[in-house]
């Protein structure tokens, strides 16, 4: 049997202050590697890689707290869920404003036609307007608000996930190893909530059952 982990206060105080210095000092170096030109000979796809993935990483995390919680019977784990979140949205941001700003040089026409005409950021910017719907709406207040409906809202997430996975698969021309590793992690994560993720079709297969 799994022996039960205990958090206590200053613990979580603790792994949240490193989780904020992380995520922020992480990107500061990266941003200020960029600008002091340490990042190779293609800084542009380095800051777009490092944004991209590093979203994924955490989004990734997020959804590793509840079977960590469930697992070794610590519902604590779950206040790391939402801040994991966020900085996946966080990164999510600066990986649109980095290809905004030094792809497309500010020309939002073009970031338009490119949404429209590149499936891969089609299904990149679908993640990024659902990332931006959960992020806004994750406050207490909110779910006090939404009531029942706040978490048919934020079950969007695993689409989000499945579309981040598509557009990371997409967006790579030759090596698919290590898109392919993160899609595994992805199933993994998918395959301990089968039971919720298959719910609402069972829901709907029994309707139609009861109409036939």
Known sequence: MVSRIHFRPWQILGLKLLIHSLCIGWAG??????????????????ILHFTGISAFNLL???LCMSP?????????????RRLLGLYAFFYAVLHLLSYLLFELQLEW???ISE????????VGMSAWLILLA????????????LG?????????????????????IWSVKSDIVQPALYIAMLAVLLG????????????????ISTRA
């Open 68 to 80: 960590l919680a469930k697992y070794f019977r610590q519902a604590q784990f779950i206040r790391f």
């Open 29 to 46: 170096i990266t941003y200020y590697q960029a600008v002091t030109d340490q990042l190779g000979g293609d800084p542009v796809k380095a």
């Open 109 to 111: 026409g073009m970031l």
């Open 134 to 145: 959960l992020s806004i709406t994750s406050t207490q207040a909110m779910q006090r608000k």
């Open 115 to 122: 949404i429209i005409k590149r499936p891969y950021i089609t």
């Open 192 to 207: 301990l909530r089968k039971d919720k993720l298959l719910k609402p079709l069972q829901g709907i297969w029994r309707k």
């Open 148 to 168: 029942r409906r706040w978490q048919r809202l934020h079950n969007w997430i695993y689409l989000a996930a499945c579309l981040i996975a598509l557009h990371y």
């Open 60 to 62: 990734l995390m997020s």
